[in-house]
């Protein structure tokens, strides 16, 4: 399906926040994370703080609009929290069910590679259900690779359920050292 042409990526903001988690909890009780409680889904409040505590801290919360509604959403966050892992972000995408094939996560995953090569990160790294051949097929058209195939991690509709790492690097990779630190004051 060709991607909808009116759709608008742009940071989150706190109004976003009950459409970001209608998303999540359908795709918690339908979707790839079939099995979690509900009471294991963060409720508003801890959205939002969760989505400043990220921007706070560089790391993009984006969303995708289309005719003014919230269809989509992604962001990232620090894929180990050891200092020597602080040019690596993990990533996670999450599109709306009635707008999938539409595009949506075309548009937010270039958005988010494009944001966090701006901002010095150089390693962009993912955990795709093996089972999601759409969403592996979107990250192989962005240049990302396949560094790991972890089987029997979830369990999901009654079975084990393998993932697929994911890595694409950014900017200029590892090609050239990091730019330094700033100085501390």
Same mark, same amino acid.
């Given at each position: 399906?060709?991607?909808h042409?009116g759709? &608008?990526?742009?940071p #989150?903001?706190?109004?976003d926040?009950?459409?970001?988690?209608?998303i999540?909890r359908?795709?918690?009780r339908?979707?790839?994370?079939?099995g979690?409680? %509900?009471?294991?889904t963060? %409720?508003? %409040?801890?959205l939002r703080?969760?989505?400043?505590?990220?921007? &706070?801290?560089?790391y993009? $919360?984006?969303v +995708?609009?289309? %005719? /003014?509604?919230v269809?989509?959403?992604?962001?990232?966050?620090? *894929?180990?929290?050891?200092? +020597?892992y602080?040019?690596?972000v993990?990533? #996670?995408?999450y599109?709306?069910?009635?707008?999938? !094939?539409?595009g949506?996560g075309? +548009?937010?995953? /270039?958005?988010?590679?494009? &944001?966090? =090569? @701006? =901002?010095g990160f150089?390693?962009?790294?993912?955990?795709v259900?093996?089972?999601?051949?759409? #969403?592996l097929g979107? $990250?192989? @058209? *962005?240049? *990302?690779k396949?560094?790991?195939h972890?089987? @029997?991690? +979830?369990?999901?509709? /009654?079975?084990?359920?393998d993932?697929?790492?994911?890595?694409?690097?950014? !900017?200029? /990779? #590892? &090609? =050239?050292?990091?730019?330094?630190?700033?100085?501390?004051?």
């Amino acid at each position: 399906m060709e991607a909808h042409p009116g759709i &608008t990526v742009r940071p #989150s903001r706190d109004q976003d926040v009950e459409d970001m988690l209608a998303i999540y909890r359908h795709h918690i009780r339908r979707g790839i994370e079939e099995g979690v409680e %509900d009471g294991d889904t963060p %409720d508003p %409040d801890d959205l939002r703080e969760r989505r400043k505590n990220l921007r &706070t801290r560089r790391y993009p $919360h984006l969303v +995708a609009i289309i %005719d /003014g509604r919230v269809v989509g959403y992604a962001y990232v966050v620090l *894929f180990r929290k050891r200092p +020597a892992y602080r040019y690596a972000v993990k990533h #996670s995408i999450y599109v709306h069910h009635d707008q999938l !094939g539409r595009g949506i996560g075309r +548009a937010l995953l /270039g958005e988010l590679i494009d &944001t966090c =090569a @701006a =901002a010095g990160f150089r390693q962009m790294i993912g955990y795709v259900d093996a089972d999601n051949a759409a #969403s592996l097929g979107l $990250h192989d @058209a *962005f240049g *990302f690779k396949r560094v790991a195939h972890l089987p @029997a991690v +979830a369990w999901r509709y /009654g079975r084990w359920a393998d993932s697929v790492m994911v890595q694409r690097s950014l !900017g200029p /990779g #590892s &090609t =050239a050292p990091p730019p330094p630190l700033p100085l501390s004051r």
